[in-house]
Nanobody, 114 residues
Framework: VQLVESGGGWVQPGGSLRLSCAASGSSVSISAMGWYRQAPGKQREYVGEITSVGITNYAVSVKGRFIISRDNAKNTVFLQMNSLKPEETAVYYC?????????WGQGTQVTVSS
């Protein structure tokens, strides 16, 4: 499976962005898929996940502001980010949550700055 993240960019604090993660090579519809992020000089951290049937779970730091969804017909997972904070500047990635991870994609850069 190849994962391609997109939708990142620059946004002011309090703004919103919607990220996409398109999978190719095989269906990810039966996999729980997650979003992760890595800020400069820090380890990659878990943001949230969505199961194959649409049940979501989020890190405490993003709960209530971020929404994960998926379109299994398009083999794509989404991350809607609202009320963004400067400390959430990072490269955002998606991947399988359980079992053997897929190869990481290149990620998409999100910069939150005034």
């Amino acid at each position: 499976v190849q994962l391609v993240e997109s939708g990142g960019g620059w946004v002011q604090p309090g703004g919103s962005l919607r990220l996409s993660c398109a999978a190719s090579g095989s269906s990810v519809s039966i996999s729980a898929m997650g979003w992760y992020r890595q800020a400069p000089g820090k380890q990659r951290e878990y943001v949230g996940e969505i199961t194959s049937v649409g049940i979501t779970n989020y890190a405490v730091s993003v709960k209530g502001r971020f929404i994960i969804s998926r379109d299994n017909a398009k083999n794509t997972v989404f991350l809607q980010m609202n009320s963004l904070k400067p400390e959430e500047t990072a490269v955002y990635y998606c991947n399988r949550v359980r079992g053997t991870r897929y190869a990481w994609g290149q990620g998409t850069q999100v910069t939150v700055s005034s």
